[in-house]
């Protein structure tokens, strides 16, 4: 079988990083899943916080005859909720959480150059004053041998 391409085992680690998040340590919250793919809220409240990776359109530049240098955008969006009227404040710790466990390795592994934060988002009060969305996105540049994805440059 073929390896995997660089691309795809960067958005593993991603993954992997996320699942760090589990309430203890400097983390605030615990995400209950990490999925990749379309953000989507379950029915099932008690399943959040949830968070979701979608990699944008990578952009690539030939620097040399032999590497390729990638720059791969890459949105995580979570989903929070509560009951509390403290929604605005776990919205902000849910995204500190996230940019704590997506730049605890700027290398992804030793597979990347650098990941590089890009900026935040929020959607408050998407069930008024119950659910929230929090958005972090980064690029993740990385090389490759022409030809080649799934080789580390």
Do not use: C
């Given at each position: 079988?073929a390896d995997?391409?660089?691309q795809?085992?960067?958005?593993?680690?991603i993954?992997?990083?996320l699942?760090?998040?589990?309430?203890?340590?400097?983390?605030?919250h615990a995400l209950?899943?990490?999925?990749r793919?379309?953000?989507?809220?379950?029915e099932?409240l008690t399943q959040?916080p949830a968070?979701f990776i979608?990699?944008?359109d990578?952009?690539?530049?030939?620097?040399t005859n032999l590497?390729h240098?990638?720059?791969l955008p890459?949105?995580?969006e979570?989903?929070?909720?509560?009951a509390?009227?403290d929604?605005?404040?776990?919205?902000s710790r849910?995204?500190?959480d996230?940019e704590?466990s997506?730049?605890?390795d700027?290398t992804?592994g030793?597979l990347?150059?650098?990941t590089?934060?890009?900026?935040s988002?929020?959607?408050l009060?998407e069930?008024?004053?119950v659910?929230?969305?929090?958005r972090?996105?980064?690029?993740?540049?990385?090389?490759t041998?022409?030809g080649?994805p799934?080789?580390?440059?």
């Amino acid at each position: 079988m073929a390896d995997e391409p660089i691309q795809e085992r960067i958005l593993q680690d991603i993954r992997e990083s996320l699942s760090a998040i589990d309430g203890t340590g400097a983390y605030h919250h615990a995400l209950a899943s990490v999925e990749r793919g379309k953000p989507d809220v379950p029915e099932d409240l008690t399943q959040l916080p949830a968070a979701f990776i979608a990699a944008g359109d990578e952009t690539v530049i030939q620097d040399t005859n032999l590497l390729h240098t990638r720059r791969l955008p890459v949105s995580v969006e979570a989903w929070v909720r509560s009951a509390d009227g403290d929604l605005p404040t776990r919205v902000s710790r849910m995204i500190a959480d996230m940019e704590r466990s997506l730049l605890a390795d700027p290398t992804r592994g030793g597979l990347a150059i650098r990941t590089e934060l890009l900026g935040s988002g929020k959607t408050l009060d998407e069930s008024p004053g119950v659910l929230a969305s929090a958005r972090v996105d980064i690029a993740v540049h990385y090389w490759t041998l022409v030809g080649n994805p799934a080789s580390v440059g």
